[in-house]
C-alpha cells in the first residue's frame, strides 16, 4: 500500500521550488519519500536543486500556457510556492483547472483566496480539489477558528491574532511590499473592507505576556468566514508599539510605494538584505496563537496555541495537506484546510499545544 501512496505522491509539481520556502518543501517532501518534479523560471537554480535531490525539473515562468501544460500533463497534484501570489494566480490555476490538476499553495493573500473561489464550480466539474493556504498561513489560525465556532456554534464574532520572532523570508517580505498600500482589513457583516495600515491596535494577553498587537490582512479575513460562517472577524499579529508607528507614518506615503519604481526599488532591497530565518531559529523558536469567539450575549470562549516556527510549519503541513489531497481525502472544489480536514490538522504536527481559557 505505501508503494501506491509514493507513486501517487511522485506525480506531484512544486513550483517556486527554489525559492526560501519552496526549498524547506521540498526537503520536507524528499524525507517523506516522495519525488516531485521541481520547478520555476531560473533556470539555474531549478537544476541546482534538482541535482541537490535528483530530481525530475521543469523551467517555464509562470505566464507560459505551453509549459504549464506540458509540465501538468501527467501530474496529481501543484504545490504553488511562487509568490507574491497575487501576481502569479491568474495564469496558474486556469492551468490546473485544465489540466485537471489538484492545486495547493501556501498563500495568505486574502485576494488570492478570492480568485481561487471564483473558481469552484469548475474545479467540482473537474473533479478536483482546489486548497490554498496549507502553510502558516493559514492553517493553525484557520484550524484554531473552527475549534473555537464548534465550542461556540452561535458565535457573532472572531478575533485571531499571533506573534512570530522569526522574521521573515523573501517571499513573504514580496507580498507584504505588493500589497502595503491596501492596507489591512477586517470583516464585518460578511463584508471585508480595508483599513489604513496599523491603524487599529490593542492589547492582549497570551502565553502569560500582554502583548500590543496590531489589525492585519491576514487570509483568515477571508477563510475563516468560510470555515466557521462567523459574519466577523479580525485578524492581529504582535508587533512593538515602534515598529507600529512606523508603519503608520509610512502608510502616509502609501500612494509612492505602490508606484513601480518604488516597487522595484523595494523588491531589490528584499532580495540584497533578506535570506529568511535561520535553521537554528526554525528550530528553537515557537509561534504563539490567540483567539477568541464571542456572541450577542457577550458569552466568549479563549483558546491559545503553540507551534513550531512557522516556516518549518509551513514546509510541515503543506507536505501534509498535499497528501490527504492525493489520498481523496478532500472534496472537490474551493477548501479551506480545517473546512476539508477538520480542526484536528493542526494536531498532526508535533509540537502543537492548545490551551483552552472558558
Same mark, same amino acid.
Given at each position: 500500500?505505501?508503494? $501506491? ?13 527554489? *525559492? ?11 524525507? #517523506?519519500? %516522495? #519525488? ?108 484554531? &477558528? ?29 507580498? /507584504? ?23 487599529? !491596535? =490593542? ?5 502569560? #505576556? ?5 489589525? $492585519?490582512? %491576514? ?12 459574519? !466577523?472577524?479580525? +485578524?492581529?499579529? *504582535?508587533?512593538?508599539? =515602534?515598529?507600529? !508607528? &512606523?508603519?503608520?507614518?509610512?502608510? #502616509? %506615503?502609501? %500612494?509612492? $510605494? ?8 523595494? @523588491? ?6 533578506? /535570506?529568511?530565518?535561520?535553521?537554528? =531559529? ?8 490567540? *483567539? @477568541?469567539?464571542?456572541?450577542?450575549? *457577550? !458569552?466568549?470562549? +479563549? ?12 514546509? $510541515? ?7 490527504? +489531497? ?26 502543537? &499545544? ?5
Amino acid at each position: 500500500m505505501k508503494r $501506491i501512496i509514493l507513486a501517487v505522491m511522485n506525480d506531484v509539481l512544486i513550483y517556486g521550488a527554489y *525559492g526560501y520556502t519552496g526549498k524547506l518543501i521540498v526537503e520536507e517532501a524528499v524525507a #517523506k519519500g %516522495w #519525488k516531485p518534479t521541481v520547478a520555476g523560471r531560473n533556470a539555474e537554480l531549478v537544476k541546482t536543486l534538482a541535482n541537490q535531490y535528483d530530481l525530475p525539473y521543469e523551467v517555464f515562468v509562470h505566464s507560459d500556457q505551453n509549459g504549464w501544460d506540458k509540465a501538468l500533463a501527467n501530474k496529481k497534484l501543484l504545490l504553488n510556492c511562487a509568490g507574491p501570489f497575487s501576481l502569479t494566480i491568474k495564469e496558474i490555476l486556469p492551468a490546473c483547472i485544465r489540466n485537471k490538476t489538484h492545486y495547493t499553495d501556501i498563500t495568505g493573500e486574502i485576494e488570492v483566496f478570492e480568485y481561487i473561489q471564483s473558481y469552484d464550480k469548475q474545479a467540482k466539474d473537474m473533479g478536483i480539489t482546489l486548497l490554498p493556504g496549507t502553510g502558516f498561513d493559514v492553517v493553525p489560525t484557520d484550524c484554531l &477558528a473552527k475549534y473555537l465556532s464548534e465550542k461556540m456554534p452561535n458565535a457573532t464574532h472572531l478575533e485571531l491574532a499571533f506573534e512570530s520572532n522569526s522574521g521573515l523570508s523573501r517571499g513573504t517580505a514580496m507580498s /507584504v511590499l505588493n500589497r502595503f498600500h491596501q492596507g489591512s482589513a477586517i470583516r464585518t457583516n460578511g463584508v471585508i473592507t480595508e483599513q489604513q495600515t496599523a491603524s487599529v !491596535n =490593542k492589547i492582549l494577553r497570551f502565553q502569560g #505576556k500582554e502583548r500590543n498587537v496590531v489589525g $492585519i490582512a %491576514w487570509g483568515d479575513v477571508f477563510t475563516a468566514f468560510v470555515t466557521t460562517g462567523i459574519p !466577523n472577524i479580525q +485578524v492581529f499579529t *504582535g508587533m512593538p508599539v =515602534k515598529m507600529m !508607528n &512606523a508603519m503608520r507614518r509610512a502608510s #502616509k %506615503w502609501s %500612494w509612492l $510605494i505602490k508606484s513601480a519604481i518604488m516597487q522595484r526599488i523595494g @523588491r531589490y532591497l528584499i532580495r540584497e538584505k533578506i /535570506v529568511g530565518p535561520s535553521q537554528e =531559529k526554525r528550530e528553537s523558536l515557537k509561534t504563539y496563537l490567540y *483567539g @477568541r469567539v464571542w456572541d450577542k450575549k *457577550g !458569552n466568549e470562549v +479563549v483558546a491559545e496555541m503553540a507551534t513550531p516556527e512557522s516556516y518549518k510549519l509551513t514546509a $510541515i503541513m503543506s507536505v501534509i495537506c498535499a497528501e490527504k +489531497v492525493l489520498n481523496g481525502e478532500s472534496e472537490p472544489g474551493f477548501q479551506t484546510p480545517a473546512g476539508a480536514f477538520g480542526p484536528e490538522l493542526i494536531t498532526q504536527v508535533d509540537g502543537v &499545544a492548545i490551551t483552552w481559557h472558558e
